[in-house]
């Protein structure tokens, strides 16, 4: 069994800040951490009313977020090579399609529920093992939400 390093919060955010810097030649605004998680008991019954024991992991999902003016919306992940680049009004059922989806739909969900979501850049960086049950999916989407909704002045906790 390979086990994979879970790196520690105040490196992985640097390098998906420097990352960052790298794709899109400024700094990020804001940078979200998300962790991945394993249900101990439960699995997908939390949904459906059942019993369930979430455990949040050390191996964690960033994003590095910087709003636009331009309404452009421009995604990459150091886990793949393609940028994704669209606008909301882009965003819809099938598109866009992988790992991208994840990222566009928050956005969509955000301003969907009222928040001014203009362009934004954002930069994806994990430790959270794709496709091995452990919400690496949930851990990219509420990175995204924390980042976004931070660069936007708001906070997601109840206040």
């Given at each position: 069994?390979?086990?994979?390093?879970?790196?520690?919060?105040?490196?992985?955010?640097?390098?998906?800040?420097?990352?960052?810097?790298?794709?899109?030649?400024?700094?990020?605004?804001?940078?979200?951490?998300?962790?991945?998680?394993?249900?101990?008991?439960?699995?997908?019954?939390?949904?459906?009313?059942?019993?369930?024991?979430?455990?949040?992991?050390?191996?964690?999902?960033?994003?590095?977020?910087?709003?636009?003016?331009?309404?452009?919306?421009?995604?990459?992940?150091?886990?793949?090579?393609?940028?994704?680049?669209?606008?909301?009004?882009?965003?819809?059922?099938?598109?866009?399609?992988?790992?991208?989806?994840?990222?566009?739909?928050?956005?969509?969900?955000?301003?969907?529920?009222?928040?001014a979501v203009p362009g934004v850049d954002v930069v994806i960086d994990s430790t959270v093992p794709?496709?091995?049950?452990l919400s690496s999916s949930a851990a990219i989407e509420c990175?995204?939400?924390?980042?976004?909704?931070?660069?936007?002045?708001?906070?997601?906790?109840?206040?």
């Amino acid at each position: 069994m390979q086990l994979i390093d879970a790196g520690t919060p105040a490196t992985l955010a640097a390098c998906v800040r420097a990352r960052f810097h790298e794709v899109f030649g400024e700094e990020p605004t804001t940078v979200g951490r998300a962790p991945g998680r394993v249900n101990l008991i439960g699995e997908h019954t939390d949904y459906n009313a059942g019993l369930c024991l979430p455990v949040a992991l050390p191996h964690a999902t960033y994003a590095a977020v910087r709003l636009r003016e331009d309404g452009v919306i421009r995604l990459r992940s150091a886990q793949a090579d393609d940028t994704w680049e669209g606008t909301l009004a882009d965003v819809g059922p099938g598109h866009p399609r992988g790992w991208p989806a994840y990222v566009a739909g928050v956005l969509w969900a955000l301003a969907d529920v009222g928040y001014a979501v203009p362009g934004v850049d954002v930069v994806i960086d994990s430790t959270v093992p794709v496709g091995a049950g452990l919400s690496s999916s949930a851990a990219i989407e509420c990175s995204v939400a924390a980042a976004v909704v931070a660069a936007l002045g708001g906070s997601l906790t109840d206040e």
